[in-house]
């Protein structure tokens, strides 16, 4: 009746099975209840050789109906009907109302098997390599909307709401008339909130709890905290921010200078304030310029380095600044400054990460040529994070997301080469490495608030999605019934060093949609949306490189979904 189904395989080479190695086992009984069904009735009328059974035709009065089964198989069954009754099985007579309650039986089960065939065509599209694009056209968004995805994201809006709160700060000193050298606390103010925010316990503390926010809430609320991962906004406002009011103190101390040099009043701790001042406002500068996510893309190093050789001596300037200014006016004590006290929080918070440094011994597993696995101790690893790893901690840290051990005892992490560094590790891995403790908690962690989602993965990025399908979040939204897709791209996915993904991906999603990009890097974005659409997924998930994350983000949510993914320029 279903005869064969022919699906793609990732090698693309048709494979053809029985229709029935796809179906349910409720669904096999139902086919072979009709067919002994049918076997039954065929075998009590007798027909000739080229006779056919036509319902209608049937006199139901007829005596032939009701005398011992003939034992003639008919020449239009199939053997495998034929095979359903044996020949030499003697069956019951059939009568009228038999016959009736037979074909609404026959109706029933045709009805349920053409449900089953259906069901079974969306798996196998499901698990074939290419979807038919026609099914879910592209629309290209109105030049607003697509203004709004570049312009009004929540990176860039935490920025513009940093600003607006200052600038609401800088009115409100101007009409309450408050002295302008009150400029210098609002600099450190905006000095410690821009480091507050990328600690990694107040991280912790704040996604734990949004984490633990019920899955029952509005879509649009749950969308919209979902977006906090973008914490590096005000990161990068409040920074600039504290550069803008600098800016101001220097105006107000040159022209206090100008009037003092003109009475000839100028000391030389009077020299010393300003020049102080000027070379603390160069260095801000530059670690704001090396930030600029053209120039840190293609400097990444000096970057780097900039921001904490460049960070950390304009720290000591501003100390420096601090003495000098309490030297000149005698006045006001320097313990009774706020601005010292705010300077003295943020400098124990930029000292504290390098109090919990370790070197740790790690084992090294060569998964290709281009992917290697880094094992190291690491007791209780949280899920769902990312610790920074160094090789040499005074030139630079990676952050890579961590995948636990069953036991708890040790983690490890994946890593692709994408650089220099990277490459370096590969090619020869190290016996010990820096790691920088505790581990941040990362934007998956907020995947439980959805009800049901798609994690897409290219990659060595199935790495983070490795310890969220091991994690007890995924096992709880299992449980509820929440619904888990995953989407994979990777070279050579069938490939026996990539077989432990394919059991933890398949442990979550028995169907995932895996591509292999040694076929051709399909449309990722595409796909996502298309999932994502057809199977009614509140949020997506992706970890990629910087293109095809944005790529993926803008997609999903230029069409009314919800899509999350690393912040690269944070």
């Keep these: 009746m279903l005869g064969h189904i022919s699906r793609k395989t990732n090698s693309h080479n048709p494979v053809t099975k029985p229709a029935s190695a796809y179906l349910k086992p409720q669904s096999l009984n139902r086919v072979e209840s009709s067919k002994g069904l049918l076997a039954a009735f065929v075998g009590s009328v007798p027909m000739s050789e080229h006779q056919t059974v036509r319902p209608d035709k049937i006199d139901t009065n007829d005596p032939r109906m009701r005398s ?18 044996p020949m030499s099985q003697t069956v019951e007579p059939f009568s009228a109302v038999d016959f009736s309650k037979t074909m609404e039986t026959l109706a029933s089960n045709a009805s349920a ?11 196998l599209e499901d698990n074939s390599t290419s ?136 000391t030389g701790w009077h020299w010393s304030d300003i020049a102080t001042c000027y070379l603390f406002l160069l260095l801000i500068a530059l670690v704001c310029l090396a930030a600029i996510p053209k120039i840190r893309e293609l400097l990444h190093n000096s970057f780097e380095r900039s921001h904490r050789w460049g960070g950390w001596s304009a720290l000591a300037l501003l100390w420096i600044n601090s003495g000098i200014h309490t030297k000149i006016d005698a006045t006001h004590a320097l313990y009774k400054s706020p601005s010292i006290w705010l300077l003295a929080v943020t400098t124990f918070l930029i000292i504290l990460p390098w109090l919990r440094i370790r070197r740790v011994a790690i084992q090294a597993h060569l998964i290709s040529s281009r992917e290697v696995m880094l094992t190291f101790p690491y007791k209780d690893m949280p899920p769902n994070s990312t610790s920074r790893f160094s090789l040499a901690p005074l030139k630079e840290w990676h952050a890579f997301a961590t995948i636990p051990s069953k036991d708890g005892s040790s983690a490890a992490i994946l890593i692709s080469a994408a650089g220099d560094w990277t490459k370096k590790i590969i090619a020869n891995p190290p016996s010990r490495i820096w790691i920088r403790k505790p581990a941040a908690a990362n934007f998956l962690a907020f995947t439980p608030i959805f009800n049901s989602v798609l994690l897409v993965a290219t990659g060595a990025g199935i790495g983070p999605m490795l310890s969220l399908l091991s994690s007890p979040a995924i096992k709880s939204m299992q449980a509820d019934g929440k619904r888990i897709r995953v989407m994979w791209c990777v070279y050579d996915p069938n490939a026996p060093h990539w077989a432990f993904v394919q ?68």
């Excluded at 098997?113 to 798996?123: M, V």
């Excluded at 990328?198 to 905290?225: G, H, M, T, W, Y």
């Design 503 to 570: 059991t933890a991906i398949r442990n979550v999603d028995p169907m995932p949609k895996i591509f292999d990009s040694k076929q051709g890097r399909p449309d990722i974005a595409f796909e996502a949306r298309h999932l994502a659409h057809k199977h009614e997924l509140e949020a997506v998930m992706i970890v990629s490189n910087k293109k095809v994350t944005n790529d993926v983000v803008r997609e999903v949510k230029a069409h009314g979904g919800a899509a999350y993914g690393a912040v690269f320029d944070s």
């Design 68 to 85: 011992e089964s003939h034992q003639l198989p008919h020449p239009h069954l199939s053997s495998s009907v034929s095979d359903a009754v």
């Design 131 to 266: 979807i038919n694009c026609s099914k879910l056209p592209k629309v290209r968004p109105s030049w607003p909307h697509r203004f709004c995805l570049h312009w009004l994201t929540a990176y860039r809006v935490l920025i513009a709401l940093t600003f607006i709160a200052n600038l609401v700060v800088l009115i409100l000193m101007v009409r309450l008339d408050l002295p302008l050298e009150e400029s210098l606390t609002a600099t450190a103010a905006n000095l410690l909130v821009s480091v507050v925010v990328r600690q990694e316990d107040l991280i912790n503390a704040s996604f734990d709890l949004i984490a633990k926010l019920p899955s029952n809430l509005p879509l649009s609320i749950r969308k919209f905290v979902a977006d906090f991962h973008h914490y590096g906004g005000v990161h990068i406002g409040c920074a600039v921010s504290a550069l803008l009011w600098y800016c101001l103190f220097i105006a107000v101390t040159t022209r206090e200078g100008v009037r003092l040099f003109g009475q000839r009043a100028m």
């Design 113 to 123: 098997e053409k449900d089953d065939i259906l069901t079974l065509t969306e798996r």
